[in-house]
Nanobody, 126 residues
Framework: QVHLVESGGGLVQPGGSLTLSCAAS????????IGWFRQAPGKELEVLAAFNTADGTTHVQRSVRGRFAISRDRARSTVSLQMNSLTPEDTAVYYCAADRRLAFFFDMPTMNDGYWGQGTQVTVSS
């Protein structure tokens, strides 16, 4: 059974940085995609970045490209989201998600699809 557990959320000042981590378990081989979404109050789920374990490629949405980066520590089965130059508009609940298909991240999934962590709150405020 797949489990995803996020950590690293919290309060950060505008302009600051934060790194989120997602510990993944239950996958037996590198044939899945794993990445990050966020959902701000009153807004829809927004995809941020994805890592394809099958070929090691990364995908970062244009809206956060240049500020956010995704990386994977294969030995520790973790995927991290490095976030820089944060603004109050980045305030949201951030979710780690995974699926067998990379396309999952770009198909506007719901939380009934794929695998999801419990979410971690990120608040950007002075």
């Amino acid at each position: 059974q797949v489990h995803l557990v996020e950590s690293g959320g919290g309060l950060v000042q505008p302009g600051g940085s934060l790194t989120l981590s997602c510990a993944a378990s239950g996958f037996t081989e590198d044939n899945y995609a794993i990445g990050w979404f966020r959902q701000a109050p009153g807004k829809e789920l927004e995809v941020l970045a994805a890592f394809n374990t099958a070929d090691g490629t990364t995908h970062v949405q244009r809206s956060v490209r240049g500020r956010f980066a995704i990386s994977r520590d294969r030995a520790r089965s973790t995927v991290s989201l490095q976030m820089n130059s944060l603004t109050p508009e980045d305030t949201a609940v951030y979710y780690c998600a995974a699926d067998r298909r990379l396309a999952f991240f770009f198909d506007m999934p719901t939380m009934n699809d794929g695998y999801w962590g419990q979410g971690t709150q990120v608040t950007v405020s002075s």
